[in-house]
């Protein structure tokens, strides 16, 4: 059933202050989602000293809102239809504010790691709705522009989260990253309800698919908690690793069997048949995820072993923004000239490079040797990210972009969720196989001892002292050993995209966004 409602008020342009504000506000919601994905990165640390946790299971809080934010993607279309957008995305806002001070309130790890699953579940409404959102209030001859405020929010805001993290985290306290969205979500909704008001939007009961959401949350939740628990519980000589591993594994195949064979699939499975949609998003969520387990990784060994603030954290890992901005327009430019699989392979060769680069970082290095590879791998992954989104969609059937637009953004959030559990368990394991390594070959260690002892260290101290050295050098080379990870993953994904079948014509790079 259709409500059919009609008249001058059903769904027309803004115009004037109106349509800027309104432009703002609905920008201002994808930026605090989006910001929300990387200003807890640098907090970790914080975060975990204040609730008495291992700074390994603090990262839950990272992985729990990439999971919930990628599992309510595929429902965003669905409530949309059923209740209209601009409801959902208001209902949205106000939803984000709520959970966000719930997070803020916490005092332990789990209230606050279901405060970000509630969260995800919000934001991964507000992502994808804005966009389409803007496009409902701009006029038609000015969609340019609402696609460039809305990509300009998603650049922006995953390079400001950690910056604004650390400072928060160092001033204020990690509770006020939360409490921040506060005030900014009551503000966002009110307006945005005020200047909609009286705008009409036509809605359908569509069948949902139940079963499928579902299976998508067994099979997801299942493998999430196998990833970042079995590290913790020696992996399947743990009882409940196993059982979960076996849920994940027996859910994930029901999830493909349900899906490709119902008629109103929550994922609609079907466009895969396209193999320039398949590799290109294949390329998009691996890559972005090798992309992500860097971003993870660096603040919490510049914390944990250089000595770093949560601040200077943020700046170090913040600054790859600097030339993400100025390099967006000539990539999108580029891009509708040339093959977009040699641009986006070129970007994440330059990744791959910049990877390796970082092989050779030392225990000494200064700020600016740190800040160099950063401030260089933004070209390089903006010249991946807006052709490979484009890709995504230009590859399948006109009625099929929504889908191919949703499936590849849940597969990239997904992925980058995998991908942090999956950085944590090869470091600590790299770890401590490096350190039974650095052991095994000290044959001066006892003379070491008796040498510092002599130099008038008591002989705990001393101990200590080699302990504390051998400790940082297995640190440092299993924080190489992930950056070596990283560069192979990158250079495989470099080759793959060439799978994908040469796009006929220049692609619509605003489609991905």
């Known amino acids: 059933m259709t409500d059919t409602a009609t008249g001058p008020n059903m769904a027309r342009p803004l115009t004037g202050a109106t349509l800027i504000l309104a432009a703002l506000l609905i920008g201002l919601g994808n930026f605090l989602v989006v910001l929300d994905t990387t200003i807890a990165n640098v907090s970790i ?56 001070l719930l997070c803020g309130l916490s005092r332990s790890l789990e209230i606050l790691i279901a405060g970000r699953v509630l969260l995800g579940l919000a934001g991964g409404m507000i992502i994808p709705l804005s966009l389409t959102l803007l496009l409902r209030v701009f006029p038609a001859e000015k969609a340019t522009l609402a696609t460039i405020i809305w990509a300009m929010t998603t650049t922006v805001a995953p390079i400001a989260g950690p910056i604004l993290g650390g400072i928060i985290s160092d001033n204020a306290g990690w509770e006020w990253i939360f409490f921040l969205n506060v005030p900014v979500a009551a503000v966002g909704a009110a307006g945005l309800f005020y200047l909609l008001r009286g705008r009409r939007e036509a809605t359908a009961r569509s069948p949902i698919d139940v079963v499928g959401l579902v299976l998508l949350v067994i099979w997801v939740a299942a493998l999430q908690i ?171 059937d006109p009625h099929e972009q929504a889908d191919a637009a949703g499936i590849s953004n849940f597969l990239r959030t997904l992925t980058s969720a995998f991908a942090a559990s999956l950085v944590q368990t090869g470091w600590i394991n790299a770890a401590r196989a490096n350190r039974a390594e650095l052991v095994g070959a000290m044959q001066q260690g006892p003379s070491t001892i008796e040498a510092m002892v002599a130099s008038g260290l008591s002989r705990e101290t001393a101990t200590t002292v080699l302990a504390n050295i051998v400790e940082s050098q297995s640190v440092m080379l299993a924080t190489l050993n992930m950056f070596a990870a990283v560069a192979l993953c990158l250079a495989f994904t470099g080759a793959l995209i060439w799978l994908a079948p040469k796009p006929k014509g220049p692609i619509d790079t605003s489609g991905g966004h």
């Open 45 to 100: 640390p914080h975060i975990a000293g204040s609730l008495g946790v291992s700074v390994t299971e603090a990262t839950w809080v990272i992985t729990s809102y990439a999971v919930a934010d990628a599992i309510t993607v595929p429902l965003a279309g669905f409530l949309a239809r059923r209740f209209g957008e601009q409801r959902v995305f208001i209902s949205a806002f106000i939803a984000f504010g709520i959970f966000s």
């Open 226 to 396: 196998v990833l970042d628990e079995g590290r913790n519980r020696d992996w399947f000589a743990a009882t409940e690793i196993r059982v979960l591993a076996v849920v994940a594994a027996i859910g994930f195949i029901a999830f493909l069997i349900w899906e490709l064979t119902e008629k109103h699939p929550i994922v609609n499975l079907r466009v895969f048949r396209h193999r320039g949609f398949g590799v290109a998003s294949v390329t998009y969520a691996m890559t972005f995820g090798a992309y992500f387990a860097t971003v993870v990784l660096i603040p919490l060994w510049l914390q944990q072993n250089m000595g770093y603030t949560a601040t200077w954290a943020g700046y170090a890992t913040g600054i790859m923004g600097i030339f993400a901005v100025l390099a967006s327009p000539a990539i999108g430019a580029a891009a509708a000239k040339m093959d977009v699989r040699l641009l986006i392979s070129t970007g994440i060769g330059g990744m791959a490079l910049i990877s390796l680069w970082r092989t050779g970082f030392t225990p000494d290095m200064t700020f600016l040797q740190m800040a160099w590879p950063m401030l260089l791998t933004s070209p390089f992954l903006m010249m991946f990210f807006i052709p490979v989104t484009g890709l995504c969609i230009a590859s399948v």
